[in-house]
């Protein structure tokens, strides 16, 4: 029998259920690998962000809330975007999951939906994820999900240098 978590990736939308997994999403607990948490602005900000990407044809990526398969309140988000990397066009890929819901595979079963979805709609061959080096959940996950470790990297996250790994998935 399989008994691992199954999830649905919701698209992002406008509607309080947003808002507050952000907010949920913004704890210190939640962004201690992220360079802390953001203020009201930047929460609208991001809101606005991923809405926009929602309104983009799926190719450019999209954010996700992850809710249960079998519902439930939402217990994270997941989503990938464009970037250049290493003069290169590719997609990028980060998630988070609630600390309650944390250590039963729900981050493994999103990123494997996601995984599924870019390859379906995005046009790029290449996923990376860039977690900091001392993320170790983050990086259990890249390594359960089938990434492939491509090394250390200086990774710019909101305007600060970051050691990060550079992980690769390819989509084709
Ligand atoms: C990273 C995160 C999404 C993982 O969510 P999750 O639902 O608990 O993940 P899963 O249950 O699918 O897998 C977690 C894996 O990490 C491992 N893990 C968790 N904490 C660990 C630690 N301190 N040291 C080593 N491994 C650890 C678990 O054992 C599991 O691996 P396993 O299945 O091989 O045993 C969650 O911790 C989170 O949201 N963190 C804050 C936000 C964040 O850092 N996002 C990543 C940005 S790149």
């Known amino acids: 029998m399989d008994t691992k978590p199954a999830v649905q990736l919701i698209p992002w939308a406008e509607g309080e259920d947003f808002v507050l997994l952000l907010r ?20 609208a900000d991001r ?14 990526g999209r954010m996700f809330m992850v809710i249960p398969a079998d519902g439930g309140e ?17 997609y990028e890929t980060g998630w988070g999951i ?5 250590g039963r ?8 939906s996601l995984i599924a979805h870019a390859r379906t709609h995005g ?6 994820a860039f977690p900091g080096i001392d993320n170790a959940a983050s990086n259990a996950v ?10 250390e990297t200086t990774f710019e996250y909101r305007g600060t240098n970051h050691r ?9």
Not at 47 to 60: C, F, G, M, T
């Open 24 to 43: 949920q999403n913004n704890s210190p607990a939640m962004t201690r690998f992220l360079g802390g948490p953001e203020t009201d602005e930047q929460l």
């Open 47 to 60: 809101h606005r962000r991923y809405l926009a990407l929602s309104a983009r044809e799926p190719a450019a």
């Open 74 to 90: 939402p217990v994270g988000t997941v989503g990938f975007w464009e970037r250049d990397w290493q003069d290169e066009p590719v």
């Open 98 to 102: 609630r600390p309650e819901f944390q």
């Open 105 to 112: 595979g729900l981050a493994l079963a999103a990123v494997t």
């Open 123 to 128: 046009t790029r061959p290449h996923l990376h």
């Open 142 to 151: 890249c390594r359960n999900a089938g990434f492939e470790l491509l090394g």
């Open 164 to 172: 990060s790994n550079d992980w690769h998935h390819p989509l084709r």
